[in-house]
């Protein structure tokens, strides 16, 4: 069976590029009934859509094209990307999030916390300093096998009280832990498929997440 979604990411791409040539008011307007059709009203359904599988009380985001440009140099005023964004329903302090991104020179798809609060960065330094984190390594660790990607920590130094040569720095250097699977052009007319595939993948990591202690 055809994905329902299997225009989405070659109609974006295009759109996308297209935008990154003509990057203003007058051209995005002129092509603004274009947008709304071949990106947010599939964009807008697939975020529906995968909401369903997530489960009761799951949150959905669009992003939108629109730049915050107040306080930036480049004042070019749209977005070269389509970016969605599911919050996992639950309790935990901090609730991570499952991410698709749709651009020109990448289409990714990704999970876990973009940027731990206050709060939530304190237990998750303690956390990882111990046992949790040695089984956190290892989780990562098999994802990097597999050919997923983490971003660089974000901290040059391990963050006091820890020791800097804290066997755990990796994971004490964080802010953030997001992990991440590059969609090759072969996957780009299944994106539902491959949303599902990495949403299973990624279930382990989700699940350390919401309970760090």
Avoid at 142 to 156: A, I, S, T, V
Avoid at 165 to 187: F, G, I, M, Y
Wanted: avoid cysteine.
């Amino acid at each position: 069976m055809p994905d329902p979604f299997a225009q989405l990411i070659p109609e974006a791409r295009a759109f996308l590029a297209e935008l990154s040539a003509n990057n203003t008011r007058d051209w995005f307007t002129a092509q603004k009934s274009r947008y709304d059709r071949e990106l947010k009203a599939p964009a807008t359904l697939l975020l529906d859509q995968f909401a369903l599988q997530i489960g009761p009380g799951a949150g959905t985001k669009l992003f939108r094209p629109h730049r915050d440009v107040r306080f930036s140099k480049d004042k070019t005023p749209y977005n070269t990307h389509l970016h969605m964004l599911w919050t996992l329903p639950g309790d935990a302090l901090q609730q991570p999030g499952f991410f698709f991104g749709i651009s020109p020179d990448y289409v990714s798809i990704g999970g876990g916390v973009m940027g731990f609060d206050k709060e939530p960065l304190a237990r998750w330094r303690d956390a990882v300093s111990g046992d949790f984190g040695k089984d956190m390594q290892a989780l990562l660790a098999g994802y990097r096998d597999q050919g997923l990607r983490m971003d660089e920590p974000e901290l040059k130094r391990v963050p006091p009280p820890f020791d800097k040569a804290h066997p755990h720095a990796d994971l004490l250097r964080r802010k953030s832990l997001t992990v991440w699977r590059d969609l090759p052009q072969a996957a780009f007319d299944a994106p539902l498929t491959a949303l599902q595939d990495t949403w299973q993948n990624l279930q382990p990591l989700f699940d350390r997440l919401r309970k760090v202690p």
